[in-house]
């Protein structure tokens, strides 16, 4: 493509990200004089925008390099960060898709986690996940990725290398791979298959001759509800005194994944209430039929820290303000915004709040959080270096793909004070 139609593209790319935010935008009224989008971007916005794209096509003293995707993507970034919300983000193309892995959990690929070595300048795997292409192939721990396809991990980065090796299920790539025990480098052709991380994981506790049930809920994905309704089933199996919900370092996600497994814990009641951006109103109760009926004498609690952000808020909020549990750990995040996607040409999203949520007893915890019934801090960890994949990190990135766990009792203060608790100090 030649440069002047490049130029052009990203004009006409650039008039039409405004185009696209008219669909919601246009009968949204703000400050300026009361007038809608259309308006605010002919007299505001599209003098300014296109001076300065003039400018640096025709006078910028390195033009011929110029990276237009990029510009633009800057150029939304920038609008959203002149909303001074840390709530309102804009993802770029390669952002959208983690992204979308997230929710999703699940993709095309060989089930690596990886990571970046600076000082290399190159990727470095921390695990092969559990029974995927990637560990079939035999490869381990601080082993080297120099490049994907041929393109070296040193200009792709962390980003653009993970998204290269992923793909179609099917569908082949060549890693160039080195060891350190390793005289020169290996290709290794791996077949990419679909690849499903676990959001929920649960195992058994035994504490003080009695059983308790554990459950991590690492985020709330589309997966989440299925997953917490198997763990739910397989501990409803077990003859336990107890169960605790891990939701730390649990950064939210989906509503309606919140919704479904709050419902299992809750019987009935209210789970949240929200308040749209058009003043509405919704009182969200639980969904009939969802409860398990094994959870309803058995004690219950939510381990929480200052991570716990958003969906995990609206499940601690329900269980803690219905008292079905009790909440141990630190204070919650306080992300109370409701966010809504919107696609953009660029490939990109904007996640823009478009509703505030209340706790069922009526708490504003936006910038708050929600404070634990009972507090207990772990120790801050010591920096470490990180020149090598410790043991401990490989075995965690090696279950992604598990149901299993990783618990240390002797080490996690809150995890001990859970069962602490739930023996009754016995």
Known sequence: MSKKKKKLISIIVIFGLFITSWIFADSVYNSYQNKN????????????????????????????????????????????????????????????????????????????????????????????????????????????????DGTPTSE???????SLMRG??????????????WNEPKNVTLIREIIETRTVKHDIISYNNETYGYILLTNFAKSSSQEMSEALESLSTK??????LDLRNNPGGLLQAAIDITSMFLKTGEIVSVSYFDNTKETISTI????????RDLPIVVLVNNASASASEIFTGALKDNNVATIIGETTYGKAAVQSTFSLTTGGEIWLPIAQYLTPNGS???????????????????????DEISEEEAFQAFLTTT?????????????????????GGK
């Open 37 to 148: 989008a259309e308006q605010i971007y002919y007299e505001k916005f599209e003098e300014p925008i296109y001076s300065v794209l003039y400018y640096i096509t025709n006078y910028y003293y390195n033009k011929d390099k110029i990276d237009y995707d990029k510009i633009l993507d800057s150029t939304i970034e920038g609008m959203i960060q002149g909303l001074e919300d840390p709530f309102a983000w804009y993802l770029d193309s390669v952002e959208t898709e983690e992204s979308r892995i997230d929710i999703e959990a699940k993709y095309g690929g060989i089930g690596l986690t990886i990571r970046y070595d600076y000082d290399a300048k190159a990727v470095v795997i921390v695990s092969p996940m559990s029974g995927t292409p990637a560990e079939r192939a035999g490869l381990m721990p601080n082993d080297y990725i120099l490049s994907v």
């Open 156 to 162: 792709l980065g962390i980003n653009k290398a993970a």
């Open 168 to 181: 179609d299920p099917g569908t082949a790539v060549t890693l160039e791979v080195y060891r350190g025990s």
């Open 239 to 244: 003859s336990i005194n107890g169960l605790i």
């Open 288 to 295: 009939p039929g969802k409860y398990n009926a094994f959870l």
């Open 364 to 386: 504003d915890i936006h910038l708050k959080g929600i404070a634990p019934d009972i507090e207990v801090k772990n120790p801050v960890k010591e920096i470490v270096s990180f």
């Open 403 to 423: 149901d299993k766990p990783v618990l240390d009792l002797d080490n996690d203060l809150q995890l001990k004070a859970a069962v602490d608790f739930l023996s």
